[in-house]
Every structure is written in structure tokens, then in C-alpha cells.
């Protein structure tokens, strides 16, 4: 999922829709900002405002994705990498001369031993993991060639490069720049063949991950929060035709701080 980062930023808009996580701390949040700023139903405003941490980030981006509207984050959370920090005053002029980066989700569509075809997006990464103490047996192919005929391990994953220092990163997998054009294909505890770490792929590739010996070593597959159990097949491509918009604040924005994560020990 390359990012095209436009530098086109909005005038101070005047109608915001406030959305929040649970949580004491954000629901507050969306009350003072409500209170001062007034509240515009998500169907009609300018922006929205997302108060809690990447994980309500993630479900706003979800839910809202078919509204076209760009979304900035206020962290309310724990982690807060795709959030702004948290502040009350001119919100509006902040929100105006924000940065937007403009990035596409994943598409999977996973195959269950039934034969019961589903679908889902995802913005971080698709991940395929092993459902019980037996490691899983999978075949990939990129574009129709076999890549690895049989790759022994806890599973694998196919990041975005907004979604490279999520569970990517914890998979040793490489932090990717939003420009950079391809996606992370990492390897999750792999036994064998044990000295392979991973690929980067163009974005335009498809990828196919197949699931042997399935009734010995059952896999599941997650897009996001969406997880099908017991695939036999799963299909990978970039959704270039859905564009979801981020802002952040000037000098801050998520080209920087995924450079920044390059150099953090």
C-alpha cells in the first residue's frame, strides 16, 4: 500500500464530525471538543476527528471508508502512531494546515476448507497464523510463479508501508517509507527454510498463499480485525481504487515519523 502524499490542504474547515473510542479519557475528550466546536454528523462534515490510539484509528478508517473524508487523529490511547497529539486550541486552523497523506488498503479474499470465498480490506497487513501447536506448511506465489514451494513456520504477512511498524516490525519485518512502492512480505517464526526473512514486492503484484497439509496444520487469515479460519487459499492485492486520507500536522506527519522509526534502538 504506497502512499502519494498531495500537499493541497484544505481551508480551516468549520464542520467536523467527533468520533471516540471508549474509554473515559476520549469520550471526554469528544465532549469539550463538541462544546467548543459544535458537532456535524460524519455524512456532511469537512473532517473527522478520531480521539483514542492506532487501534480506533484503524476502525474509523473502516468504518468511514466509504465517505471520501479525510480523518485526523488525536491521541487518546496507548501507542498513537497514526495519531496527532492531543490539543484543544484552533483546532480549525490546525486541522487546515494539516498534511495529508493519501494511502490504499489490501484487498484479501481467503478460501475456507468448505469452499466459502470472503473477502475483507485491510490497511495495516493481511497475516496468515497457525491455529494450533503444529506449524503451518504454505506455498506462495507472486503473480503466478511459485516463490517458495513449501515455507515451514507460525504463519506470514503482507504489510503496507503505513502498516510496516505494526505487527510487521514485531516480525522483524522492514519499516517501509509510504512512498516506497512495495509491500513487506515477512515470515512469522520461520523454521524452514530458516534463512529467509522476507521480500519486498512491487505494489502491483498479486500474491497467493496456499495452505498445505490443511486438516493436520489448519491456518487462519486476518485482514485488520477481520479473520477467516481454516483457508485453504489466499489472495492478496493492493485496492488501488479506494484512496483513504490522512492528515497530520505539519512537520510531523507520517512520512516522517516512519523515517524516524528507522533510526530508533
Request: with cysteine.
Amino acid at each position: 500500500m504506497p502512499a502519494q502524499i498531495p500537499r493541497n490542504r484544505m481551508s480551516d474547515p468549520n464542520k467536523i464530525a467527533f468520533v471516540a473510542a471508549h474509554g473515559e479519557s476520549a469520550e471526554a475528550a469528544r465532549r469539550r471538543l463538541i462544546h467548543r466546536y459544535g458537532n456535524t454528523p460524519p455524512e456532511e462534515c469537512d473532517v473527522i476527528v478520531a480521539l483514542g490510539g492506532d487501534g480506533f484509528m484503524l476502525q474509523t478508517l473502516h468504518r468511514y471508508m466509504n465517505l471520501n473524508k479525510p480523518i485526523y487523529g488525536m491521541n487518546q490511547g496507548t501507542v498513537g502512531f497514526l495519531m496527532n497529539e492531543y490539543a484543544e486550541d484552533d483546532l480549525p486552523a490546525r486541522l487546515g494546515s494539516a498534511n495529508p497523506a493519501t494511502v490504499h488498503p489490501l484487498r484479501m479474499k481467503a478460501i475456507s476448507v468448505n469452499g466459502a470465498t470472503e473477502t475483507a480490506l485491510a490497511i495495516n497487513e493481511v497475516a496468515l497464523l497457525r491455529q494450533t501447536r503444529q506449524t503451518a506448511k504454505l506455498r506462495i506465489s507472486v503473480d503466478g510463479r511459485v516463490r517458495i514451494e513449501e515455507l515451514i513456520c507460525d504463519g506470514v504477512l503482507i504489510a503496507t508501508p503505513a502498516g510496516s511498524t505494526a505487527y510487521n516490525l514485531s516480525a522483524h519485518g522492514p519499516v517501509l517509507p509510504l512512498n516506497a512502492g512495495v509491500l513487506a512480505l515477512t515470515p512469522i517464526s520461520a523454521f524452514r527454510p530458516r534463512r529467509w526473512r522476507g521480500a519486498l514486492l512491487p505494489r502491483s503484484v498479486t500474491v497467493r498463499i496456499e495452505v498445505l497439509e490443511t486438516p493436520k496444520r489448519p491456518v487462519s487469515a486476518t485482514a485488520d480485525f477481520h479473520e477467516v479460519r481454516d483457508v485453504v487459499e489466499v489472495e492478496i492485492k493492493e485496492a488501488p481504487e479506494i484512496a483513504l486520507r490522512l492528515l497530520f500536522d505539519a512537520g510531523h506527519d507520517l512520512e516522517e515519523r516512519i523515517l524516524s522509526e528507522q533510526f530508533t534502538f
